[in-house]
């Protein structure tokens, strides 16, 4: 469990904006919170593991991805503010983050 | 001089050429539409008919395997006239033909010969049942054979990509449900493939020796570039391995991950995906060390002089 804080949630938009930018090669200041993952960037699963991968390596985290996965079926992932949301509630839950639906 | 840190590696078959490196890769173009009447001489005469506008054939699988072949020895023929010379090749799945194409081992028909042959004996040995093979991402081996196994089902594990990511095979219906329940176990990604074989399954071993049956009397000689075994990651060097590797390839479960971990150790440090698709580049980014994973469209100069 780690707290989150400012520092962090900037570093994970900083991040994300700046993966989807180079992935997806679009206009960084065309990214906002709203940003559709498929419809606007054709964004894939395989974006969102390897966001996973680096936020398990830049935080040091203890996850499963299925434990991610079993998440993301309850709440599934459309825009850019909520896949940053999932990754700060990730980087702060670890392998509890089901037990925040109980 | 071949350069032992590079390898060209070629992608199973697909229908989507949408970025067909026509634009990008100079004389392209000119390659694809000679093997494509080749291939329609000796082969098929309907694939004269494919265009990458009209997408052709979109539903045809052995006729997508064809053109999907014909794309990628174009592509890799193209790219050693330009001076590159890879030192290893190796095809995923039914990229093994382009790749013994590659390395010098089959004639472009030959090729076009061996997947006729095997898309036939394949066809031929399956029972009356629907087959199809599909994609999980986000479990490890054990959290799918569990699956399995507690459904009794009798799908296989039949290729792995990365540490979390794997291809099964097996009866349709099966396999459906097993990617439901993948999903809910916590895959974060499943797909169906939407083939009608079950490539590389034991359901496949009758249509490979009959397969195997036919082998003799097609040309195949020693690969020129080693050309790796995604069964067992034996480097293939003579035309006894080639043949042996052909009918494994069928009904053996291969191993991406475990051929690119080979490849590495081998000290190849570039690789570039000569086929229409960008899945292994998209892939290698979660296998360690292999960064440097071009798709034909994105080939820097350094590794194209």
């Not at chain 1, 065309?30 to 054709?42: F, G, K, R, V």
């Not at chain 2, 440090?269 to 296998?287: D, Q, T, V």
Request: with cysteine; charged share 20%.
């Amino acid at each position: 469990m780690a707290p989150i804080t400012d520092k962090i949630r900037n570093e994970v938009k900083e991040i994300v904006y700046s993966f989807f930018a180079d992935e997806c090669e679009v206009d960084l200041a065309s990214i906002n919170s709203n940003t559709s993952i498929i419809n606007d960037l054709d964004g894939d699963s395989l974006m969102f593991l390897e966001l996973i991968e680096i936020f398990k390596k830049k935080y040091q985290l203890d996850i499963e991805l299925k434990v991610i996965g079993k998440y993301a079926v309850k709440h599934p992932v459309a825009t850019i503010g909520q896949l940053i949301d999932m990754q700060l509630l990730i980087i702060e839950h670890e392998n509890r983050l089901l037990e925040i639906d109980q | 001089m071949q350069d032992h840190h590079l390898a060209f590696v070629f992608p199973a078959f697909t229908n989507d050429y949408a970025d067909h490196p026509g634009q990008t890769m100079p004389g392209f173009d000119q390659y694809f539409s000679e093997l494509l009447f080749k291939a329609a001489s000796h082969t098929d005469q309907e694939l004269a008919q494919f265009t990458f506008e009209n997408r052709a054939f979109h539903d045809d699988e052995l006729r997508t395997q064809y053109i999907t072949y014909i794309y990628s020895c174009a592509a890799s023929s193209l790219l050693r006239n330009n001076g590159l010379s890879p030192g290893f090749t190796a095809g995923y799945s039914m990229g093994i033909y382009a790749a013994l194409f590659d390395g010098g081992a089959v004639s472009f028909e030959t090729g076009l010969t061996l997947i006729r042959l095997a898309h036939g004996s394949l066809l031929k040995s399956l029972p009356g049942a629907e087959y199809t093979m599909g994609t999980l991402i986000g479990l490890d081996r054990k959290d799918i054979e569990t699956l399995i196994d507690k459904s009794a089902f009798s799908i296989e594990i039949t290729n792995q990509n990365a540490s979390h990511s794997f291809v099964i095979s097996g009866r349709r219906a099966e396999v459906h449900q097993l990617l439901k329940l993948a999903k809910e176990e916590g895959a974060l990604n499943t797909r169906d493939l939407s083939v009608s074989i079950p490539y590389h399954s034991s359901e496949l071993k009758a249509g490979a020796m009959d397969f195997a049956d036919n082998l003799g009397k097609l040309d195949i000689g020693s690969p020129q570039t080693p050309v790796i075994s995604l069964v067992d990651q034996a480097l293939l060097t003579n035309p006894r391995m080639v043949a042996a590797e052909l009918v494994r390839n069928l009904y053996y479960p291969l191993n991406w991950f475990n051929t690119m971990q080979a490849l590495l150790g081998h000290g190849v440090s570039h690789f570039i995906e000569c086929g229409p698709s960008k899945g292994l580049a998209k892939n290698a980014r979660f296998i360690e060390g292999a960064r440097n994973f071009y798709t034909l469209n994105a080939i820097p100069p350094a590794s194209s002089d």
